[in-house]
């Protein structure tokens, strides 16, 4: 049997079995290889009035299949377009899918395997201009699939990414570790214009990485700046001595009044012995300051390896959290 | 007292906990086969959150038929569109990974003008 007669089966398959399911709230289904779906299958109807929260995992990294994947989403797109207030969950590779979309009750959009290779800023922010309702915006990339230096995504990619959406938006994360903007790149692109107000922002979610230069902490901060309504300022990845400087350059800002309604700085990191001694020693200094200054130091811990796709399997009958944390004093409160 | 005695809400949250509790989707479906009560009772639990088994873990595969368990649902969903109404979530799973060319947009895309 060919692959290409497979993987086409496959696609139709998935498209039935939603079509068939009509009361499902929540899908996960991935972006398959699929090149010469017949025209009569890409105009499947499928109708899913409940449906919230829909994910569209990528198999293909890198965009090999960009162009590939756009019979086979269409009819789920279109299935999408009347319901309220819904996630979507993309593979880079779907980008373009997205664009002629008219999905104009989007409430949050995650985009995965996230490349500026594939997408520019300035595409990529057309494309959010048509999400009126849009609140919610995550990026996200693949360190498995990609890791090396190509696509690092310069300064110049957030601003006009954001612009369309600047006055809406109230949540988002950046991810992408060793993946932005490089201090090079900021001084070659300095006169290009690289922040945006954020009034309605609250949430702002950050991989450590991001600050691991000071002057790109600098930039990072006028863009936190902008955003006058911030609330949670969560700071990712806390794994090595770049979060050192980043724990600490944004606790002195916090402390200083620099955010007037920041209320939460959040560290996140994986439930590593090492990793919690570190944050044990960076964050005490700051701790009981950040406190008296009514900031709230939240510590979360994630299971699994973020950087990881597959899930460790952690086994809660063995005492794991008193080897962790029984070995380590914890100076903030756990959230 | 028989099981099937007790109230039908002490009952889902039995077979919830049965489902939840490590004792999973075999245990479930066997205690659903036990009576009809037991039946009507774990049959939404069993097809509120569907995982679909991975596919095939590598493209190179010289023989492989993916979305074999996708057909099977399908089948059953068709014959009973019941079921297929008490599905609340749909998870298919996907662990094979491709090789990624180092430069896989061609710059002159007009798409990115």
Redesign the interface.
């Known amino acids: 049997?060919g692959?290409d007669f497979?993987?086409g089966?496959?696609s139709i398959?998935?498209t039935?079995?939603?079509s068939?399911?009509?009361?499902?709230?929540?899908?996960?289904?991935?972006v398959l290889?699929v090149q010469n779906l017949t025209k009569g299958d890409a105009e499947t109807k499928i109708e899913l009035p409940y449906l919230v929260d829909f994910c569209l995992?990528?198999?293909?990294?890198?965009?090999?299949y960009?162009n590939l994947a756009a019979s086979y989403i269409t009819p789920i797109i279109q299935a999408l377009q009347h319901v309220e207030n819904f996630r979507l969950t993309l593979d880079g590779v779907c980008i373009?899918d997205l664009a002629s979309s008219q999905l104009p009750r989007l409430s949050c959009l995650t985009v995965e395997n996230f490349t500026q290779?594939?997408i520019?800023g300035v595409?990529f922010g057309r494309i959010l201009r048509d999400f009126p309702r849009l609140t919610e915006l995550i990026i996200e990339q693949d360190f498995q699939?990609?890791g090396g230096s190509?696509g690092k995504i310069p300064p110049s990619f957030l601003a006009p990414l954001l612009e369309p959406v600047a006055c809406q938006l109230e949540r988002l994360q950046l991810g992408g570790k060793t993946r932005w903007i490089t201090a090079e790149k900021w001084e070659v692109e300095g006169g290009i214009r690289t922040t945006c107000r954020l009034p309605a922002l609250k949430e702002l979610c950050i991989d450590v990485s991001l600050c691991g230069n000071l002057r790109i902490a600098n930039s990072l901060t006028r863009l936190i700046e902008n955003c006058p309504a911030l609330q949670v300022l969560e700071l990712r990845e806390i794994d090595d001595e770049i979060s050192e400087e980043a724990i600490a350059y944004f606790s002195r800002r916090a402390l200083a009044w620099k955010f007037p309604s920041l209320s939460e700085l959040r560290l996140s990191t994986m439930m590593k012995r090492s990793y919690l001694r570190r944050l044990n020693r960076i964050c005490e200094p700051y701790s009981s300051a950040l406190s008296s200054a009514n900031i709230r130091l939240v510590l979360r811990l994630s299971l699994f390896a973020v950087r990881y796709p597959?899930k460790s399997k952690i086994d809660f009958n063995k005492p794991v959290w008193d080897r962790f944390l029984g070995s380590v004093r914890l100076p903030v409160p756990l959230g | 007292m028989p099981l099937t005695g007790l109230p039908v809400e002490l009952l889902v949250q039995i077979l919830e906990d049965v489902f939840d509790e490590g004792y999973g989707r075999p245990s479930l479906a066997n205690a659903g086969k036990t009576c009809r009560v037991l039946h009507e009772i774990a049959q939404p639990i069993l097809y509120r959150e569907?995982e679909?088994p991975p596919?095939p873990l590598s493209?190179r595969e010289p023989?492989?038929?993916?979305?074999l368990n996708?057909?099977h649902?399908?089948a059953t969903?068709?014959a009973n569109?019941y079921l297929?109404?008490?599905?609340?979530?749909?998870?298919?799973?996907?662990?094979?990974?491709?090789e990624?060319?180092?430069?896989?947009?061609d710059p002159g895309d007009p798409?990115?003008a």
């Open positions: 049997m692959k497979a993987w089966a496959t398959a998935l039935i079995l939603l068939l399911t009509k009361n499902v709230i929540k899908a996960t289904i991935p290889p995992i990528g198999m293909t990294p890198g965009g090999i960009m373009y290779d594939l520019p595409f699939c990609y190509t597959k | 569907l679909v596919l493209l023989s492989f038929l993916p979305g996708i057909v649902l399908i969903f068709d569109p297929a109404s008490l599905v609340r979530a749909v998870e298919v799973h996907n662990e094979y990974r491709v990624v060319p180092q430069h896989p947009v798409r990115f």
